[in-house]
Structure formats: structure tokens, C-alpha cells
């Protein structure tokens, strides 16, 4: 699939609340963590998006801010750019996955064709990564009833949906550096970023 018709959006909509200060804007091996992603996301799709509901300083790409209250996770902010981003499909990536690899959305991609589902998602040998999948706008109204039954589990919810999956080799790829103690983990670590 072309990727003229697939969108990006990183998910960076939480409150940071394990790192204690906003995760977007870590410092990591040099610049802000959404940054990595921003790099490695950016030459995979035709136009990126940022979910978030506080300002990034020096952003470039157009925001969505969550459209329910409160800070109700990412399946908040893809519900709010679902409404809005016009392509069919949509790569998402939470701010917090600085290596993600530069093969995930054609990787994802090629399994379109071949399958019924409207959620694609990498896995791993020890893992399933669904804040990472290739999701089709027709999920939107199946977003909106999951959500009102108070839902906010993303495994959950492909799980309500049904979606296909695609296999990577390397789990590091799809590493989330949700702590300082993480921020210093990965700060000398470097990831193949093909996957």
C-alpha cells in the first residue's frame, strides 16, 4: 500500500505520571524523546499528527488534543484523531518508543491486502505492541462504543475489533521508556532500526 494513503500520529496525551515531568520533552541521547520517534515515524507515512494536551515547544506538526476530559489514555487521543485525520489508514506511536523501527509501517502494510481485519499490529516472540498498530478509519465507531462502556485497556480493545498480526524480530525496537530509571537504561543503548 502506498503510504500516500496512511497518516502518522504519535500519542503523547498522558500526564507523564512515572517519569514526573513531560515525557515528550525528556532529554534522551540528546534531544527530546518525541523526537526520536518524530524522525523515524516521519519518512513512513504522508502527513504526521501529534496527539497531546499540553504544548510542545518548537512543534512543527499539527496537534489533536484529546476530546474526552481528563486524561483517559491513548485511546482517547486516537478517538479524537480518528475525527479528524483524512487519510484511510493511520500508523500510530506513543512519544515514549525511540527506536521504533524504519521497516514498521510497510511491514504492516503488506499485510492489508490479505486480511479482513482494520487493525494491524506488531508482535514479538514476548510481546504484543498495539499502541504501535496500522489502524483503518472505519474502527471509529467501534472506538466510540468501547469507550463508553468505560473501557481504556488498548489490548482490550483490538481484541473487541479483531485485528492481524505481523511478526518483528527484535523486542527492543518496541521499547518504552516510561521512567528515569529507564531514561538511563537506554541513554547508551543502540537499536538496529530495522526490525
Not at 507515512?45 to 489514555?73: C, H, M
Not at 489508514?89 to 502494510?109: E, M
Request: with cysteine; proline share 8%.
Amino acid at each position: 500500500m502506498d503510504k500516500a494513503h496512511i497518516d502518522g500520529l504519535i500519542l503523547a496525551g498522558g500526564q507523564s505520571v512515572r517519569m514526573k515531568e513531560f515525557k515528550p520533552t525528556v532529554n534522551f541521547q540528546e534531544k527530546p524523546l518525541i523526537h526520536h520517534v518524530l524522525e523515524r515515524l516521519k519518512p513512513q507515512v504522508n502527513r504526521l499528527y501529534i496527539n497531546t494536551n499540553l504544548p510542545i515547544p518548537n512543534n512543527k506538526y499539527p496537534v489533536i488534543a484529546d476530546s474526552l476530559e481528563n486524561f483517559q489514555g491513548p485511546l482517547s487521543g486516537l478517538l479524537s484523531a480518528l475525527s479528524i485525520i483524512e487519510a484511510p489508514w493511520v500508523q500510530i506511536a506513543p512519544c515514549d518508543t525511540p527506536f521504533i523501527p524504519i521497516n514498521l509501517t510497510s511491514s504492516l502494510s503488506k499485510r492489508v491486502h490479505g486480511s479482513d481485519k482494520k487493525i494491524i499490529t506488531p508482535i514479538t516472540k514476548q510481546n504484543i505492541h498495539p499502541t504501535l498498530s496500522l489502524i483503518h478509519k472505519s474502527i471509529l465507531e467501534g472506538l466510540q462504543s468501547f469507550l463508553e462502556t468505560e473501557e481504556r485497556g488498548f489490548i482490550n480493545f483490538i481484541n473487541t475489533i479483531g485485528y492481524e498480526e505481523v511478526l518483528f524480530d527484535n523486542e527492543d525496537c518496541f521499547s518504552n521508556i516510561n521512567t528515569p530509571e529507564d531514561l538511563i537504561h537506554y541513554e547508551k543503548i543502540k537499536v538496529n532500526p530495522v526490525s
